[in-house]
């Protein structure tokens, strides 16, 4: 889609929730199935025992997709509790049950009447997917476990839609740190294209996904999000594109001379994630410093996953200097500045990595 006016750095393109969305099994009892808040004192639905909310407020809301599925988890959740099937099964159970769903239309806030979108109008692939054979596998094995339950009569053609339009379209949710938690299905968002790139990205807070620009766009030009994960090859994003959305990506990034060892730079996250996890902060902190300038070769100066590695370069350079009773030297006040501007352009007031932010600065003072 192409943008309807001019935005700058850090500005908010779009906040929306989505059309469908679950939570994944191994997140279950951490985060609430419906607002994906993290909570330590979730309740289960009395009826199937499966689902997990944070509150009466959370549970009202999701009963209208929930019910649909309750007798199914109560009596069948083994056979479906891969995460897939519970997409794809809330997903059809929710459209064949409230058919005035599938016009239920949704755009971005600058009211670009090209933006407005409902779910038929969402790209299946079909005939690329029916030439796919692993995915048409998977799908013949979905369908045999979804053709066990007797609670619901299946249409096979429609149930193979639904099964395209979320190969397609789905977003994985991820949490502040940037780890997967769920998978939604957000239909303004859908429209994005990708790019190498990307002058926009999105951040989800909860469920709700927040769509910032990370660079000047004007209007007119796309606005573009990346697919694949940027810290990887050229080589390897492009595999990743065309065996999951059937494309060869034409970007500047791909079409030059990528100097950046991408190799390298996965040996040093694993070698930093290794030494947070055994506490040998000065380690971390060396893999980490050895990260950055190619972090910022990767993404310029803005992007979600910059400001997540920034802000875990500053808890490690805090753990690694001493205790001047709330004093603050040069260095690390000019690096919190840093970090705090990051957060501003990437994440809203409300979300968790800020207040991960504000708990840092407050253990120091």
């Known amino acids: 889609m192409t ?41 289960k639905c009395n009826e199937c025992k499966q689902m997990y909310y944070c509150g009466k407020t959370c549970q009202r809301k999701d009963w209208k997709k929930h019910k649909l599925e309750c007798r199914i988890f109560r009596e069948n959740f083994p056979i479906i509790q891969k995460d897939l099937d519970r997409f794809l099964l809330r997903l059809y159970l929710y459209i064949e049950n409230n058919p005035d769903s599938l016009c239920e239309r949704r755009k971005f806030h600058d009211d670009n009447p090209d933006s407005s979108r409902c779910f038929t109008d969402l790209m299946t692939h079909r005939p690329q997917i029916e030439m796919d054979a692993i995915r048409t596998n998977v799908f013949q094995s979905l369908f045999a476990r979804f053709e066990s339950l007797n609670q619901i009569q299946l249409n096979r053609d429609k149930l193979f839609e639904c099964f395209c339009r979320l190969c397609i379209n789905s977003f994985t949710i991820t949490n502040c740190e940037l ?6 299905l957000y239909l303004a968002e859908s429209q994005m294209d990708h790019s190498c790139i990307p002058n926009a990205a999105p951040v989800f807070n909860g469920h709700r996904v927040v769509i910032r620009a990370i660079k000047t766009i004007k209007s007119g030009q796309p606005i573009t999000i990346n697919y694949v994960d940027m810290k990887q090859s050229t080589n390897i994003r492009q595999k990743k594109l065309v ?36 506490n040998n902060w000065i380690e971390a902190y060396e893999m980490g410093i050895k990260t950055m300038p190619m972090f910022e070769k990767i993404y310029g100066d803005c992007h979600p996953d910059l400001t997540v590695q920034m802000i875990r370069m500053l808890k490690l350079h805090l753990q690694l200097i001493p205790d001047n009773n709330g004093q603050i030297d040069a260095e690390i006040s000019k690096e919190i500045q ?19 932010f504000v708990s840092i ?3 120091i003072q």
Do not use: W
């Not at 780890?179 to 939604?184: A, D, L, Q, R, Y």
């Not at 990506?249 to 947070?276: F, P, V, W």
């Not at 970090?339 to 991960?356: G, P, S």
């Open 3 to 43: 943008s309807n006016r001019d935005y700058k750095i850090g500005d908010i393109i779009n906040v929306d929730t989505p059309f469908v969305h679950v939570l994944n099994l191994d997140q279950k009892n951490q985060y609430c199935d419906y607002c994906f808040s993290k909570c330590f004192e979730l309740k």
């Open 338 to 356: 840093q970090v705090k501007q990051a957060i501003e352009r990437t994440n809203l007031y409300d979300d968790e990595l800020y207040k991960i």
């Open 179 to 184: 780890n997967e938690i769920g998978s939604g």
């Open 243 to 278: 065996k999951q959305y059937y494309f060869t990506c034409k970007c500047n990034q791909c079409e030059s001379n990528d100097s950046i060892d991408y190799e390298r730079l996965g040996h040093l996250i694993t070698k930093m994630d290794d030494a947070i996890d055994t």
């Open 361 to 363: 600065i407050n253990d």
